[in-house]
């Protein structure tokens, strides 16, 4: 099924701030924020900053009270005095990991991160945007009081938490990492005004080992928290599939004023830390998927953030420019070459050759499920079919 591209610039609020690349956990750690720095090159080179209805801007970072919104108040304390001295940390609160060690700039570059997503929810809800995109951030792994999986501040949560602070009653979350979106599910498990979706690679293979399907939220809030994991070695075709096969109905279901969406780039065949096969072309694809369900569903309000991908060249910048480029309404062609000056500066920074082109030409095609059908042996409709059996009948659907 071929993938419906729009046709007119829409009005953008891009977050940026170059210090968020002092968010640094060190040499060797997989998180390298050079994949930060490249992106924003790229989209530099494609003079997306300068397009119609497109605005840059740095945010303060989230202050105390605004982190409160999600983490313990010792926690983030806890996080303070790490950066002051980080040769004293509480492993208890996740800080020292080999995930996470303890670095000068950690408060201050997470909550930079963090201020960067509150700000661009705050301009969606309150219409100065329509979309917004903080690539830096989607660091979706960290809980109330504890650091995990590269992430020390939520800042998915957060901006979920600002938008019921400012006001929403209906916000869906859509993760489409490898990883299982576990800190934001967590933040709203019991909350019914805020339906979470996740697609990730299946837990029996991969950290967090959470995100089965039969995670559908807690109490007072059933049916808030969808979950589709999927079997190693899924690629395009699958991970279309399974997105198409639930994402948008649960969002029609759902009725959100907002949608806010993570977009690690680690589902990518080329990523060192997962084992989805998943090209940019499908990445590309599901980004647009998104500003169109958005405008179909609550108005073009769309919060998109980054996430995982640690293949630092060769996919991060091109799957996130893509994003940039679809939320400003001027997709780039998937064909399209990568500019030659940006080439020159990815050699520079890293003594790599980049990308030639902006895809890896795939054809990011799938089996659309309601019309081709479930097949009772194949191991991804298995999977779609169990997640639509959780959390359908809680939003009036037949899985």
Do not use: K
Not at 256 to 279: C, N, R
Not at 337 to 351: D, G, I, K, N, S
């Amino acid at each position: 099924m071929p993938q419906a591209e729009p046709d007119q610039p829409c009005s953008l609020r891009l977050l940026w701030d170059e210090a968020v690349t002092a968010y640094d956990f060190g040499p060797g750690h997989p998180m390298d924020p050079t994949r930060l720095a490249l992106t924003m090159r790229l989209i530099e080179a494609f003079e997306l900053p300068a397009a119609a209805g497109v605005t840059v801007a740095a945010a303060p970072p989230a202050g105390e009270s605004t982190l409160h919104l999600v983490h313990r108040l010792d926690y983030i304390e806890a996080v303070r005095q790490a950066a002051a001295d980080p040769g004293t940390f509480d492993e208890r609160h996740g800080l020292g990991t080999e995930d996470n060690p303890v670095f000068p700039a950690i408060h201050t570059a997470s909550a930079l991160i963090a201020g960067q997503s509150v700000a661009a929810a705050e301009a969606v809800w309150r219409g100065t945007a329509r979309h917004a995109v903080n690539f830096a951030g989607g660091l979706h792994h960290a809980m109330p009081g504890r650091a995990a999986g590269f992430c020390v501040y939520n800042d998915a949560a957060l901006a979920v938490a600002r938008l019921l602070e400012l006001g929403a009653q209906r916000v869906v979350y859509v993760d489409v990492d490898v990883h299982h979106g576990d800190g934001v599910q967590q933040a709203f498990w019991e909350d019914p005004r805020v339906l979470t979706i996740s697609l990730h690679e299946h837990p029996s293979t991969l950290f967090p080992q959470t995100g089965w399907s039969s995670e559908t939220g807690g109490e007072g809030a059933e049916g808030c928290a969808a979950n589709l994991p999927l079997p190693a070695g899924t690629g395009d075709a699958g991970w279309l599939r399974a997105f198409h096969a639930l994402v948008p109905e649960l969002i029609a279901a759902f009725r959100p004023e907002v949608i806010v969406s993570q977009h690690g780039a680690d589902t990518h065949i080329e990523d060192p830390l997962a084992h989805l096969a998943v090209t940019v072309d499908a990445q590309r694809a599901v980004a647009l998927s998104l500003h169109e369900l958005a405008h179909q569903h609550c108005e073009g309000r769309w919060v998109a953030l980054g996430g995982g991908g640690y293949a630092v060249v060769d996919v991060v910048p091109r799957t996130w420019t893509h994003l940039v480029a679809a939320a400003a309404g001027r997709p780039i062609a998937p064909e399209t070459e990568t500019p030659a000056h940006w080439r020159a500066e990815v050699h520079r920074l890293t003594r790599r050759q980049a990308p030639a082109r902006m895809t890896d030409g795939a054809t990011a095609d799938w089996r659309d499920f309601a019309e081709s059908g479930y097949d009772p042996g194949d191991r991804l409709d298995q999977a779609i079919l169990a997640a639509r059996r959780a959390v359908y009948p809680h939003h009036g659907l037949l899985p």
